[in-house]
T-cell receptor, first 114, second 113 residues
Framework: KAGVTQTPRYLIKTRGQQVTLSCSPISGHRSVSWYQQTPGQGLQFLFEYFSETQRNKGNFPGRFSGRQFSNSRSEMNVSTLELGDSALYLC?????????????FGPGTRLTVL | AQSVSQHNHHVILSEAASLELGCNYSYGGTVNLFWYVQYPGQHLQLLLKYFSGDPLVKGIKGFEAEFIKSKFSFNLRKPSVQWSDTAEYFCAVNAGGSYIPTFGRGTSLIVHP
């Protein structure tokens, strides 16, 4: 079974730009979650999508948004980028629930904001 | 809100030494507990998990963790570490049926050969 894939793997943007990251979950998994990983803060939960609906949202500003498609693939968008948005963005999929099931993580997208 | 504390941020050991990484959480009800590991250059992956039953949980690569409800702890242990255990270890807790797992800040483990 193929694992979670994320594209692109690396991105360099400048302040004020916007970016879209993509995640393809493991086949059959309906829950997709996004995390921001930084050395100082560890993994911070951004949001979870299930059946094309945002089920939960972490404590991030509205510049961070996402969506999920009918095939469970998910995208995350960050608008008006700030220097502090530089991080590794991880996507994780699980069968039904990020909190109750094992999460399978992708390799991440490394975003650098200049 | 639930929180997770990993007290050891950096641990350096020699091969064959014993390992114990601390994880404490702040929630008094039912919890699901996880340890994830991130080897250098690899994806974050599940090491072990506890949902219910025997509080001593065995995971991959000889790791185990013990859930002590009275201490709100889920410490990770390994009797004899290897150089290949060098990685970052994350404890995660999901409490009270919440869909949002909370991760600790991680512990970086370096094992010298």
């Amino acid at each position: 079974k193929a694992g979670v894939t994320q594209t692109p793997r690396y991105l360099i943007k400048t302040r004020g730009q916007q970016v879209t990251l993509s995640c393809s979950p493991i086949s059959g998994h309906r829950s997709v979650s996004w995390y921001q990983q930084t050395p100082g803060q560890g993994l911070q939960f951004l949001f979870e999508y299930f059946s094309e609906t945002q089920r939960n949202k972490g404590n991030f500003p509205g510049r961070f948004s996402g969506r999920q498609f009918s095939n469970s693939r998910s995208e995350m968008n960050v608008s008006t980028l700030e220097l502090g948005d530089s991080a590794l963005y991880l996507c994780a999929s699980s069968l039904h629930s990020a909190g109750a099931d094992t999460q399978y993580f992708g390799p991440g997208t490394r975003l650098t904001v200049l | 809100a639930q929180s997770v504390s990993q007290h050891n941020h950096h641990v350096i050991l020699s091969e064959a030494a014993s390992l114990e990484l601390g994880c404490n959480y702040s929630y008094g009800g039912t919890v699901n507990l996880f340890w994830y590991v991130q080897y250098p250059g690899q994806h974050l992956q599940l090491l072990l998990k506890y949902f219910s039953g025997d509080p001593l949980v065995k995971g991959i690569k000889g790791f185990e963790a013990e859930f002590i409800k009275s201490k709100f702890s889920f410490n990770l242990r390994k009797p004899s570490v290897q150089w290949s255990d060098t990685a970052e270890y994350f404890c995660a807790v999901n409490a009270g049926g919440s869909y949002i797992p909370t991760f600790g800040r991680g512990t970086s483990l370096i094992v010298h050969p």
